[in-house]
């Protein structure tokens, strides 16, 4: 019999840009077992609520993580408008869906250069991340952030976009869409791209809904379920449907990311053809008493804020479910068995976000 | 453009940040801002590396592993912090579990700021740092070589 070895995976490693750090138990060239460890990039932050103000902490919520830095911020308004019983005006509401789904369009075209880079194709990374330069644009131009927009907070959005600026934004993003063909005509027909994802890391229906996976690991194993149906009322209106794929591998769930990214092109357009005539915020009064659980979709999947208010300026209590740390037991699932040249790619496929995952 | 005509090679370590930086620097890699036609290659081994990229602050899991690999970096080397979390704990300074800037654990030459800082400013930091990267290969070198201290060698 092979003799097992343990390999430690991170937590610096050429692949990773956060740390994580995997013990990987192999014989000969197979994974048998992963152990992971976690921890390097906690801070603490769910105990700054205690002594920030409600109003601000928005901020600190928004850099739980900077990929997914507005939907993080925007549900914790949620929760908080909730909690006060603050209703939102509805041009409010129809920009954080622009805003979010911009977001859902720059973190995927981020995961496919990253995910082209796992597997060594360096030139599929770099126009992946030359095309997402283009939603960045478009963002920092609307809110005057990159990667932090700043643009949500209790009540409404800090800034509106005017009627011919959405205009010119929808002419940039059509021109975008068509530009995209053809980079993801190559993750979806390459050979050399299909040999490495094709197969790679199957997590079968069950195991996905079992082991509680969420978001595009979730759906690419054909578990209909996405919190855009179920919590927003807008996007009910958008006539929006979840996409699925249902083998399961790391190619269904590359396929699941693409057909989100047009998707979302196509969601933006329904939104700005349909944008309301409002104002953009309500004055917020009161302080928040009592408990709230807000969910939503972020790129990576299922995010859950629970708060607690009580009655003054600073909240009870803060807890964050952020979508990686729901996709670890299934990352678990799926690495035993593999090849370990695979190991990355795995670990990408989940689009890990670590910083998010510690806070 | 004398000091560009080395190719400094960077390694980068996200300590505790929000990641926000992180992409930031990766996206100064990217074509639109591609560092790499001053040289500059991003590497995963500190032994290849002469700059230090961190981003984020320091806390208990981490102080280990960031003095590692600025142990493990040959001489002459400069540590770029960026970002504020890099700098002075920034938003999160009043986390239980962070100690502060990168400068409590290991000496940082050059502090660039911004949250999120901008690939633009990640850029002009890092053409300072080649500055500084080269006064200390001169001073390292003191003359005793081939190169009479002119820090060619
Ligand atoms: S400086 Fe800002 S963007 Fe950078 S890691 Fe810290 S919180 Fe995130």
Redesign the pocket.
Known sequence: MAERTIIPFGPQHPVLPEPIHLDLVVEDEKVIEVIPSIGFIHRGLEKLVENRDYNDFTYVAE?IC?ICSFIHGLTYCQAVEKVLNVTVPPRAEYLRLVWSELSRIHSHLLWLGLIADSFGFESLFMYSWKMREEVLDIIEETTGGR??FGSAKVGGVRRNIEKDKLAEIQKRLDKLEHDLKSITNVFIEDASVKHRLCGVGVLSKEDAYHLGAVGPMLRASGVNQDVRVATYAKYKELDFVPMIESSGDSYARTIVRIREVYQSFELIRRTIKHMPDSEIDVKVTGMPTGEFCARNEQPRGEVVYYIKGNGTKFLDRLRVRTPTFANIPALLKVLPGSDLADVPVLVLTIDPCISCTER | MSVLSKSPWVIHYDGS??????IEVLAALMPRFDVERFGIINTGNPKHADIFLI???INEQNIGIVKNIYEQMPNPKVVLA?????TSG???KDCYNVYGGVDKVIPVDVYVP????RPEAIIDGVVKALGILEKKREQDCGGNCSCSGEGAC
């Open positions: 850099r900077g990667v932090i | 940040s929000c990641n926000g930086c992180d981003t984020g602050s960026l970002g504020i979390c890099a920034g938003i999160f911004g949250c999120a800082v």
